[in-house]
């Protein structure tokens, strides 16, 4: 009989709860639970990303990597039947070996002068030391027609004094995380983000065209008036949020919560047919000095 009743209160209390209805303002699903035992009324998972155009709200995330270096990390010198989400050298010379280390959870990339990544860095002179994850790829893995969120910590080192954050700065850029197609290619990364001018974040407008003149970088430093300060020794978070498309592509690129760029509505999708890859690790333009960032949290999903 005290079983019974505590049911019932159960019952009435768990009624009363959904009086209010889910946050949204929906009423919660009926469903059945796992082993067919009673209901249960669920809300739908959804997640706001906040200023994009008409408020758009996607349910269901679905995180396919979280990553905090604990177990250390392995990465295969080359794609040859790479597992799904697995970690892959993304480039000819494996200059990450010497540059990489992993210790207490954090993934630390030391990239010195002369480390070039394959035959064409030297020509353009510029400097890499990556680890590489194919997200995208045909029907496997992340739908290619989903909306597909990156998030990663990073924390330049305790060394980072202002000399070398005049050294940082003059330089022309050091990035420190990209998105982009698989394979050679003449084209700018789809996404980025930079250590350089206070944090950077960049979206390419490929806008519909095979020549390079007529892209748009949508190159986009952190407000003047922003209060974060990279440069602090602290951690700090970049957030990535893409959906691949020609004419329906959109961006949004946030530091600490804090947006730099969003962008929607044009071509971030140069080669369709081809995989998409995310990279983490230091590329740059050449330089006289050693650059160190660390890496901890990376976190990859999309919106179903």
């Known amino acids: 009989m005290k079983k019974l009743l505590l049911l019932l209160t159960l019952s009435f209390f768990s009624i009363q709860g959904f009086a209010a209805g889910c946050p949204d303002g929906s009423e919660p699903a009926k469903t059945v639970s796992a082993d067919g035992s009673y209901y249960e009324y669920k809300c739908?998972?959804?997640?706001?990303?906040?200023?994009?155009?008409?408020?758009?709200?996607?349910?269901?995330?679905?995180?396919?990597?979280k990553e905090d270096f604990s177990k250390g990390l392995k990465y295969?010198?080359?794609?040859?039947?790479?597992?799904?989400?697995?970690?892959?050298?993304?480039?000819?010379?494996?200059?990450?070996?010497k540059a990489m280390t992993i210790k207490d959870?954090?993934?630390?990339?030391?990239?010195?002068?002369?480390?070039?990544g394959w035959g064409g860095d030297k020509n353009n002179a510029t400097e890499r030391a990556e680890i590489g994850m194919i997200i995208?790829?045909?029907?496997?893995?992340?739908?290619?027609?989903?909306?597909?969120?990156?998030?990663?910590?990073?924390?330049?080192?305790k060394e980072f004094t202002l000399d070398s954050f005049r050294k940082e700065y003059l330089n022309w850029w050091t990035l420190i995380s990209q998105v982009k197609h698989d394979g050679k290619s003449k084209y700018n990364p789809q996404f980025s983000v930079y250590s350089t001018e206070r944090g950077v974040g960049k979206c390419v407008d490929y806008n519909n065209s095979k020549d390079q003149g007529k892209h748009i970088q949508n190159h986009v430093p952190l407000k003047?008036?922003?209060?974060?300060?990279?440069?602090?020794?602290k951690w700090h978070t970049f957030e990535i949020y893409f959906k691949l498309g020609k004419d329906d592509g959109y961006c949004q690129i946030k530091l600490d919560e804090?947006?730099?760029?969003?962008?929607?509505?044009?071509?971030?999708?140069?080669?369709?047919?081809?995989?998409?890859?995310?990279?983490?690790?230091?590329?740059?333009?050449?330089?006289?000095f050693i650059q160190i960032v660390h890496y901890d949290n990376i976190e990859i999903g999309y919106y179903n």
Do not use: C, Q, W
Request: charged fraction near 35%; avoid cysteine.
């Open 44 to 65: 739908a998972i959804e997640e706001t990303l906040p200023d994009i155009a008409d408020e758009i709200t996607v349910p269901g995330y679905v995180i396919v990597l």
């Open 258 to 288: 804090e947006i730099i760029i969003e962008k929607e509505n044009y071509d971030n999708d140069i080669h369709p047919e081809r995989p998409v890859v995310a990279r983490f690790g230091i590329y740059r333009y050449e330089a006289d």
């Open 224 to 233: 003047s008036y922003s209060k974060i300060n990279i440069y602090d020794n």
């Open 76 to 97: 295969k010198k080359n794609k040859k039947n790479l597992k799904n989400y697995e970690y892959y050298l993304p480039h000819d010379h494996d200059t990450t070996k």
């Open 136 to 157: 995208i790829d045909g029907d496997k893995l992340i739908p290619r027609d989903k909306l597909i969120k990156i998030k990663f910590d990073f924390k330049l080192p």
């Open 105 to 116: 959870g954090v993934m630390t990339m030391k990239l010195e002068p002369g480390m070039r």
